[in-house]
């Protein structure tokens, strides 16, 4: 069955840029969507169709396409980008989550 | 205002049933297909369901299939998963979300349902 592979957990510090993968096999063949979810919050898209923000999304979050991986990548990461951050893409109709990433920012 | 709110969660013992409700506002729900989606305590997010805008064309996951049944009144713009033979491992937060272009993009605030004896 198709599968995304993202790291748990990736680090930043303040102001530097973070960068989340996800990978999969022939993830470059089809659309990708990324969501951010805070603690005691619901999920919130912050790219889809692998490099779109959705409207009120910050111009800091952006989205990337190559091969088998997909990338988000916020430059000049603030404190109130740690969160958790799940990939997303299709798979014959269903619907495919990566493992999710947490984000901490120090 | 795009607006989704899920009811119905609670506790329930194993074996047992469930019916989840979606109450949707703010936009044209006849237009849209939706999804179930669920969250178990300090889990990733497991995609369950989805049913196109007229309800004729439904997928569900492998974990959930034969057990679950989604559902659409869009005269209500209400969106239903009736849930049975229930097992611990369905104990999640379940959501109600909305599909635009192949893409998630609203959620809402999510049900929690726990199947314990």
């Known amino acids: 069955s198709f599968e995304l592979t993202q790291p748990p957990s990736v680090s930043v510090s303040p102001g530097q840029t973070a960068s989340i993968t996800c990978s999969g096999d022939k993830l470059g063949d089809k659309h990708a969507c990324w969501y951010q979810q805070k603690p005691g919050q619901s999920p919130v898209l912050v790219i889809y169709q692998d490099t779109k923000r959705p409207s009120g999304i910050p111009e800091r979050f952006s989205g990337s396409n190559s091969g088998n991986t997909v990338t988000l990548t916020i430059i000049g990461t603030q404190a109130m980008d740690e969160a958790d951050y799940y990939c997303?893409?299709?798979?014959?109709?269903?619907?495919?989550f990566g493992g999710g990433t947490k984000l901490t920012v120090l | 205002e795009v607006q989704l709110v899920e009811s119905g969660g609670g506790l329930v013992q194993p074996g047992g049933s469930l019916r989840l409700s979606c109450a949707a506002s703010?936009?044209?729900?006849?237009?849209?297909?939706m999804h179930w989606v669920r969250q178990a305590p300090g889990k990733g997010l497991v995609w369950v369901s989805r049913?196109?805008?007229?309800?004729?064309?439904?997928t569900y996951s492998d974990s959930v299939k034969g057990r679950v049944t989604i559902s659409r009144d869009n005269a209500k713009n209400t969106l239903h998963l009736q849930m049975n033979s229930l097992r611990a491992e369905d104990t999640a937060v379940y959501y109600c979300?909305?599909?635009?272009?192949?893409?998630?993009?609203?959620w809402g605030p999510g049900t929690l349902v726990s199947v314990s004896s």
């Open positions: 979300v909305r599909d635009l272009d192949w893409s998630l993009d609203h």
């Open positions: 049913i196109n805008h007229d309800g004729r064309t439904i």
């Open positions: 997303q893409a299709w798979d014959s109709a269903t619907v495919v």
């Open positions: 703010g936009f044209a729900f006849s237009s849209y297909v």
